[in-house]
């Protein structure tokens, strides 16, 4: 009965082989979704990275117009006090 268990051997190995190959392809599978979602993450977080450096130039641009215009407000209330002083004065 020799023959039967190196049958029973060689057949056991090769269940095992193929146990092993099939947690391999689940352990690849699962690691290759990870890095898929990881890159995903990545690409999410570089987008609204972009986005928020695009709003902050926004809102610097926003700031220099209305500097220029509160600075124009200015220019023209001196021009308004130096005409109400004229005016005084006739």
Do not use: P, W
């Not at 570089?46 to 130039?57: M, P």
């Not at 641009?61 to 509160?70: F, L, P, S, T």
């Not at 209330?77 to 005016?87: G, N, P, S």
Request: glycine share 12%.
């Amino acid at each position: 009965g020799g023959v039967g268990r190196g049958k029973m051997a060689a057949g056991g190995a090769a269940d095992a082989q193929a146990r092993f190959g099939h947690s391999v392809k689940g352990l690849l599978t699962e690691k290759v979704t990870s890095c898929g979602t990881d890159v995903i993450a990545l690409t999410k977080q570089v987008l609204k990275g972009s986005r928020s450096a695009e709003l902050l130039g926004q809102a610097a641009r926003n700031m220099v117009m209305q500097e220029d215009a509160i600075l124009h407000s200015e220019d023209s209330l001196r021009k308004m006090a130096i005409i109400t002083t004229h005016l005084q004065y006739q």
